[in-house]
């Protein structure tokens, strides 16, 4: 099975405000069962600090369990970790087999790629109100001109419309 960069990105998701990816994609990535995923982790838990991963709370659990339509009887059961793009790495030194390598090459270019995506995106909103601000002013200049327009002026005599006979003239 080969991974895309695409398929990484899908299983990205922004939990406590960091881009973080969870236990069973990985495991899924990685080819492995997630308990055998689990247990590295837990054998090597000095490895991965807070900053690196953390175990979803039951409030996330069950939001994310609403989410995707997770069944109570099936499927995910316990709360997954989360592991940041750091813990991702570190992965690689838990799991010691060629395709772990070759998925965390590739899901460390997703989390690079996703940064200079938003990094690029802060750059286009920075743009995009210095536009609005210049445009702001050039805009009310065409609205007061349109007014301006749209006024009678006052010192200009108004002729009847309509016919007049030739006596009134």
Request: proline share 4%.
């Amino acid at each position: 099975m080969t991974t895309s960069v695409a398929q990484i990105e899908s299983r990205m998701y922004l939990i406590r405000e960091q881009k973080v990816m969870l236990s069973h994609h990985l495991a899924e990535l990685y080819e492995v069962e997630p308990r055998a995923l689990n247990q590295a982790v837990k054998r090597n838990l000095s490895r991965f600090p807070a900053d690196f991963m953390f175990q979803l709370s039951p409030e996330e659990f069950a939001n994310l369990k609403s989410q995707f339509v997770i069944s109570s009887w099936g499927g995910i059961r316990t709360a997954p970790y989360a592991f940041t793009e750091q813990g991702v790495a570190m992965l690689s030194s838990v799991l010691h087999s060629e395709r772990a390598i070759q998925v965390n090459i590739e899901i460390m270019r997703a989390f690079v790629r996703l940064r200079q995506m938003l990094a690029t995106n802060a750059e286009l909103s920075r743009k995009l109100n210095a536009l609005e601000k210049k445009y702001d002013v050039r805009f009310k200049a065409v609205f007061e001109a349109i007014h301006e327009l749209m006024t009678p002026p006052e010192n200009k005599k108004k002729r009847p419309i309509g016919f007049a006979t030739w006596e009134k003239k």
